[in-house]
């Protein structure tokens, strides 16, 4: 099983700031990674797909970047909405499966 | 717009079946290019997919593999919807289920239904 591991575990930063978040896969999941956004009482909400593609809806200030085991989500200047906690996932073909990493949880400093 | 609305009882017993039913609006759960997943959230495990089921011409089911041996997940046609069984519960089980639809051409969850905190106890 493929594993992911988030880094910070915890990241606290104010509106306005850059915001840099880290997945790491275990083995290489190629660009099959995506990042999700729940807020506490909320399902997790899609992001990014395929490492680097935003979703329909989501704000420009979001980008993906990595391939193979090393991945980032930036937020380029962070909103008051943004401050929750995010999650990185990947998807591989054998067998089916998925798996998500721990999490980051971006409070307001 | 997809929408994922669930049902099903928040509370089992112990070595009970876990039963939950996701209904489907805007989409079609016999689509070719979307699939139907379970996954859970509990603070001891985090985000755990489940497994999904998947029209390409035929159905198609795929389960993690902690859960083969006691998860069925069935398309309803009739009704548009899907539903998770996961049999033998435990305490461990105890955990918030989310239905979510698998799109974008590699399963990524663009669509959640609201989640169902579902406690096992007796």
């Known amino acids: 099983e493929i594993v992911l591991t988030q880094s910070p575990a915890t990241l606290s930063l104010s509106p306005g700031e850059r915001a840099t978040l880290s997945c790491r896969a275990s083995?290489?999941?190629?660009?099959?990674l995506a990042w999700y956004q729940q807020k506490p009482g909320q399902a997790p909400r899609l992001l990014i797909y395929?490492?680097?593609n935003r979703a329909t809806g989501i704000p420009a200030r979001f980008s993906g970047s990595g391939s193979g085991t090393d991945f980032t989500l930036t937020i380029s200047s962070l909103e008051p909405e943004d401050f929750a906690v995010y999650y990185c996932q990947q998807r591989s073909n054998s067998p089916p499966m998925c798996t998500f990493g721990q999490g980051t949880k971006l409070e307001i400093k | 717009q997809v929408q994922l609305q669930q049902s099903g009882p928040g509370l089992v017993k112990p070595s009970q079946t876990l039963s939950l039913t996701c209904a489907i609006s805007g989409d079609s759960v016999s689509s070719n290019s979307a699939a139907w997943n379970w996954i859970r959230q509990s603070p001891s495990r985090g985000l755990e997919w489940l497994g999904r089921?998947?029209?390409?011409?035929?159905?198609?089911?795929d389960y993690a593999v902690s859960m083969k041996s006691r998860i069925t997940i069935n398309p309803d046609t009739s009704k548009n919807q899907f539903s998770l069984q996961l049999n033998s519960v435990t305490p461990e089980d105890t955990a918030v289920y989310f239905c979510?639809?698998?799109?974008?051409?590699?399963?990524?969850?663009?669509?959640w239904g609201q989640g169902t905190l579902v406690t096992v106890s007796s």
């Open positions: 089921t998947y029209y390409r011409s035929k159905w198609y089911n």
């Open positions: 979510a639809r698998g799109a974008l051409g590699n399963n990524w969850f663009d669509s």
């Open positions: 083995q290489s999941v190629s660009t099959y």
């Open positions: 395929d490492a680097s």
